[in-house]
């Protein structure tokens, strides 16, 4: 699976941000899709995660209520909505596809990256 992520930018505190990743190489039914990000001098953080189910989706508890996974399955496209963005979401956001469902332990290591797409959030 080979993934293109794209709509970092540079963003005040209280926007919102919308990122996408198309995904391409295998049918979109054999895998679930999801976003990492890496804020500077810390780990990789899982954001969330989708599956082919459309409501099937998994967040990480510091984004619950703020970001929006979603999927067309027809572009094979992945996105994430960021509201009330802070400061601390400032990251490289990755975009990733594994054939495990969302919330499962292979999403701890995602079989396939995309390249990031940086987020700054000033204050």
């Known amino acids: 699976v080979q993934l293109q992520a794209s709509g970092g930018g540079l963003v005040q505190a209280g926007d919102s941000l919308k990122l996408s990743c198309a995904a391409s190489g295998r049918p979109a039914a054999s895998y679930s899709l999801g976003w990492f990000r890496q804020a500077p001098g810390k780990e990789r953080e899982f954001v969330a995660s989708?599956?082919?189910?459309?409501?099937?989706?998994y967040y990480a508890q510091s984004v619950k209520g703020r970001f929006t996974i979603s999927r067309d399955n027809a572009k094979n496209t992945v996105y994430l909505q960021m509201n009330s963005l802070t400061p601390e979401d400032s990251a490289v956001y990755y975009c990733?596809?594994?054939?495990?469902?969302?919330?499962?332990?292979?999403?701890?290591?995602?079989?396939?990256w995309g390249q990031g797409t940086l987020v700054t959030v000033s204050s």
């Open positions: 990733a596809a594994d054939p495990g469902a969302p919330g499962s332990s292979s999403w701890r290591v995602p079989r396939y």
């Open positions: 989708i599956g082919w189910r459309l409501s099937s989706t």
